[in-house]
């Protein structure tokens, strides 16, 4: 008979199988599993239109040509904000991660000011939106951004956590075991028979599914005994897939 192709061989492995149930695991030791369920946003990020640089928050229509003069009126740090609306001539010192202050609609980076007390020269106008992280621009709530089924890399926690998630539920990892039969196989460190040889096969294949996200169970070596494989087969008949060598 012809032998299977690894083509065909391994569809027949994957038909076999179903999907693992799901478990919960935490965001911090999700990357590298497979994600069951797309998790949702719990909140917008930018919760608000922030600053994406030093410099003053302006209403554009304000500076329609440089240089131009504006008021200092206040400032709207990171993790603080100024919580009144901007009015005609005024501008507020802000800094990267910064709200804008109601009414503003770009940041002019402060390179392109010069500051004398609270008269601010404006040295380039300004185009609305400049340097402007809009409300929701990385996602907003109810987002799925992670589909089902995914591979999760070391980003796509990094989003999980900005997305307000704790858990993450992932398929729990496949469990394997490992046989290696034989009279003549013996383990690296063991002495070496004239018609022996040192036993690499499975090694190599359990450093691959730890690679790949398995949990593998490495047997001792069965010798050439019926009854000795036998037991061997129904202890890895308890994990998800047996792969004997």
Known sequence: PLMLSVRDAHARIVAAFDA???EMVSVAD???RV????PRARLTQPPAD???MDGYAVRAEDVPAAPSTLKLVGQAPAGGSYDHALRPGE???IFTGGPLPMGADSIVIQEDTTADGTTITVLEAPRIGRHVRKAGLDFTAGDQPLAAGRTLTTRDVALAA???LPWLAVHRKPRVAILSTGDELVMPGEPVGRNQIVSSSGIAVASLIRAWGGEPTLFDIACDDAKLIEDRIAAGAQHDLLITL
């Not at 994600?35 to 797309?38: D, E, N, R």
Request: proline share 11%; charged share 5%; glycine share 6%.
């Open 162 to 164: 900005a997305m307000n």
């Open 50 to 52: 922030l600053s994406a």
């Open 91 to 93: 501008t507020v010192r």
């Open 30 to 32: 999700a990357a590298g």
């Open 35 to 38: 994600l069951a369920q797309p």
């Open 20 to 22: 693992l149930p799901a």
